[in-house]
């Protein structure tokens, strides 16, 4: 590990707990959200990453959504909250339980606004309830259907099916977004290289039709050319 890398373990943990205090002081949704958009921006800035965002057109100014997007860096969070700030969407992010107990993360999951997903039980019942609960405040839910970090040489892995089943269960319409840059190698070039200035690309997708019976994981492949 360069020195570097610690130097930013040390400081993302200081913002990270900083602004999870912050967060927990407020219950007003957008104030939320500008917290999570600075808390997002300073991480970025601090790994010299900026991002750019095509389609931008394609994204929607407010209403509720299941946003879903492929994930390989633990940094994809803070690139998406960035790619949507033009936008009035709030959604809760699915988090696993893990995240809930990090000490690195654990007060700003449960404060930034999220929905524990525990695999270990054997009845989903609560975290749709939560789900439910969530749309029924006004809010949108965020995840990443691969149910875990992308680590293969593949654009995606499988998708699991619980995305499919909130938006039915909701009439959530879906937004698909890409993060065409592989965030993990940028991330990792970041930490090696302080200096280094790097632009990771996110895209903007159609929206989906909560009602679209088409697999939702062959919708995102050729919406955004991963079959290829």
Not at 25 to 51: C, E, G, P, V, W
Not at 62 to 74: E, K, T
């Amino acid at each position: 590990m360069t020195l570097n890398a610690i130097k930013h373990g040390i400081y993302g943990l200081y913002l990270t707990n900083s602004f999870g205090f912050r967060l927990g002081l407020t219950d007003d949704l957008m104030k939320k959200k500008s917290l999570r958009y600075k808390y997002s921006l300073s991480q970025l800035d601090a790994l010299n990453i900026t991002i750019e965002v095509e389609n931008i057109e394609k994204l929607p100014k407010s209403g509720q959504y299941l946003i879903v997007a492929n994930h390989r860096s633990i940094i994809d969070p803070p690139i998406i909250e960035v790619a949507i700030r033009d936008s009035d969407i709030f959604g809760n992010w699915i988090s696993k339980k893990e995240l809930y107990n990090s000490l690195f993360f654990g007060l700003f999951v449960r404060n930034a606004g999220s929905i524990l997903l525990d695999r270990e039980k054997s009845q989903m019942s609560s975290f749709f309830a939560e789900t439910k609960e969530a749309v029924k405040r006004g809010e949108s839910i965020f995840i990443f259907p691969e149910g875990t970090r992308n680590k293969t040489e593949k654009a995606l892995i499988p998708f699991k099916d619980g995305s499919r089943i909130i938006a039915l269960k909701n009439r959530l319409p879906i937004l698909p977004i890409y993060i065409k840059t592989d965030a993990n190698i940028a991330l990792s070039n970041a930490l090696n290289d302080k200096n280094l200035e790097q632009v990771i690309t996110v895209v903007i997708g159609d929206t989906i039709d909560y009602r679209d019976k088409r697999d939702l994981e062959e919708s995102y492949r050729d919406m955004f050319g991963l079959n290829i």
